[in-house]
């Protein structure tokens, strides 16, 4: 039993071997990548072993052993293993072990840092973790700024935050006038240079809060959500859609004309890595259309996804021009390797985060900051934040960057090899060229009467052109719109049945022009192999032809 004043390592090394039988027993029940069953089984499986029908919360507890090990086994049992290649839906990476361990020693020091009396080597950590991020990126790590966060949702806010605190002071009225206008920030650019510094003081905050609202948020339609939660959030109601070209790449051109009709001070919010293709937005011509915008611009690029592509040397180039955004979010909890959460967000310097500043008394009184006691409350809306950068900087000593760099190299070939085989099969079709590790592909059943094809065995012809799209491109334009409609639910229809069995993860999104439903493998385990990939494929056709012949008549 824990005792106040205790140290816990004793009680922890005990537990600890408890959690990792519970863990290996747990993965056993479960066989398979997820359990099966669907939600209900799921439930109810919870819900015994949180002790229904008696209270979650008994009078008398089980004792730590027990209810550690048999909770640990139920969480296992009923999780999705992203360390099954079979698991392969999301940006959900099975973590490194050193990180896992690392992340231990961090909850059992419970750290946090937004005083440096509570955290006064996590404090370090995390500035140095950033400043070798930041070297990544391309910053100067002497002088970029930056903080660990929960994810890229949150590192996208931050962007936001800081870039519409920049562009709203830029575009804030000039004393004397009553509204928002080009003078405001012509004026300011004269004054202060396009990256206009300090507001003047007569400036209310109110018109401030007035010209940050009106800004235009520019973000192209593959863009993650957040951006645009972010928005609202901050109050940015003008979110401008930029579109895509056919490779999910922000269109240029399109963000020009979107520019152009703006001529104000504006936040451009670019992606290196979608979310359902991995397409990397052409940054450095991203980079230079902001640059020559008359009024300043907030480039964040949401990097959340292809941040790790830094790690690899056949890759890293694909990022080019990251270098020159105003702000970037990265996430390792994707292709990082780390247990959520390991975001993070970088600035190439100071400018913007007086946005965050605060002095408080019980946390960072400004004479003990000025005798080096540093507090990183100024760098998070969060107050307590615990050093999420260990894990980060132990799993940068223990692989170091050619390590990372081959694991992201594995899953992009593994991504490569997932292309081949979607291409090589007549049933399936992929939607988008592989950038990064996502494959984004559909299911096309065969006609109505037409038996699926035998692809067992044999090496599949490959025309060039999927057979049964082929076939739909010449139905009539009502059998067409049946058979659209009938491909959707098909191709959910595969996930489902995945899913309900525990057979495997397969994500689903819409994609195309008439935002059809489809099918992803987002490959983030360098554990994988092509057979693995080759073989969840397999199973994915083999569903759907199983399907599409169950559902006709
Ligand atoms: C491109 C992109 N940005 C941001 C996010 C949000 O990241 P998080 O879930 O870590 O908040 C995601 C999540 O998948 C993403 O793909």
């Keep these: 039993m824990t005792r106040p004043g205790h140290r816990p390592a004793d009680d922890l090394r005990a537990l600890l071997a408890v959690t990792v039988d519970a863990l290996d027993a747990g993965r056993r029940d479960r066989g398979g990548p997820l359990p099966s069953g669907g939600p209900a089984d799921v439930r109810k499986a919870v819900l015994a072993a949180l002790g229904e029908p008696g209270p979650l919360l008994p009078p008398r507890g089980d004792g730590e052993a027990a209810a550690l090990g048999a909770l640990t086994r139920m969480l296992s049992a009923g999780s999705a293993d992203p360390a099954d290649p079979l698991c392969a839906a999301h940006l959900h990476c099975p973590p490194l072990a050193v990180a896992v361990a690392a992340d231990l020693a961090v909850s059992a020091l419970n750290p946090s840092l937004d005083s440096w009396d509570q955290a006064p080597a996590g404090t370090t950590i995390e500035t140095e973790v950033l400043a070798a991020l930041a070297d990544l990126v391309g910053y100067d790590p002497t002088r970029a700024v930056g903080t660990v966060t929960t994810g890229g949702t949150e590192s996208n806010l931050m962007g936001l935050l800081l870039g519409g605190h920049v562009a709203g002071r830029a575009a804030a009225p000039a004393p004397g006038s009553t509204a928002a206008s080009p003078r405001g920030w012509l ?6 240079g396009r990256h206009g510094a300090r507001p003047p003081a007569s400036r209310a905050p109110a018109s401030r809060s007035a010209a940050t609202a009106a800004l235009p948020v520019f973000c192209s339609a593959a863009g993650h959500h957040s951006v645009r939660r972010g928005a609202e959030l901050l109050g940015l109601r003008r ?17 020009r004309s979107a520019l152009a009709r703006h001529p104000g001070p504006a936040l451009v919010v670019a992606t290196a890595g979608t979310t359902d293709a991995g397409a990397i937005d052409p940054l450095a011509e991203i980079a230079e259309l902001v640059r020559a915008h008359p009024a300043p611009v907030w480039l964040h690029v949401d990097a959340a996804h292809g941040g790790g592509a830094l790690f690899s040397r056949r890759l890293a180039e694909r990022l080019a021009g990251l270098a020159q955004a105003d702000s970037v979010a990265l996430d390792l909890h994707k292709l990082g390797w780390q247990p959520a959460p390991a975001g993070i967000f970088l600035t190439p310097s100071g400018r913007g985060w007086d946005r965050l500043d605060a002095e408080v008394a019980y946390l960072n009184p400004a004479d003990e900051t000025i005798a080096g006691y ?11 934040r615990r050093p999420d950068a260990f894990k980060i900087a132990v799993t940068f000593r223990a692989l170091g960057r050619e390590r990372l760099g081959a694991m992201v190299d594995t899953c992009h070939d593994l991504a490569r090899h997932a292309a081949r085989v979607v291409t090589a099969d007549p049933r399936l079709e992929l939607a988008a060229p592989v950038t990064l590790s996502t494959v984004l592909f559909r299911y096309l059943p065969p006609e109505p009467g037409e038996h699926p094809p035998d692809t067992g065995g044999g090496t599949p012809e490959h025309t060039g052109v999927p057979r049964h799209a082929d076939r739909a491109r010449h139905a009539s334009r009502l059998d067409r719109i049946d058979r659209i409609d009938r491909i959707d639910r098909l191709n959910a229809a595969i996930r489902s049945r995945l899913l309900e069995e525990g057979a495997a993860v397969v994500g689903r999104t819409t994609a195309g022009p008439h935002g059809a439903v489809h099918l992803k493998l987002t490959l983030l385990n360098p554990n994988a192999t092509d057979a693995d990939v080759s073989a969840l494929l397999a199973l994915v056709a083999a569903t759907g032809d199983q399907l599409a012949a169950e559902r006709t008549p």
Excluded: F, K
């Design 239 to 255: 979110i401008v859609p930029v579109e895509v070209d056919a490779a999910h790449r922000m269109d240029v051109q399109a963000l």
């Design 374 to 384: 540093t507090s990183l409350l100024g760098r998070s809306l969060r107050t307590t």
């Design 187 to 192: 004026g300011q650019l004269s004054h202060h």
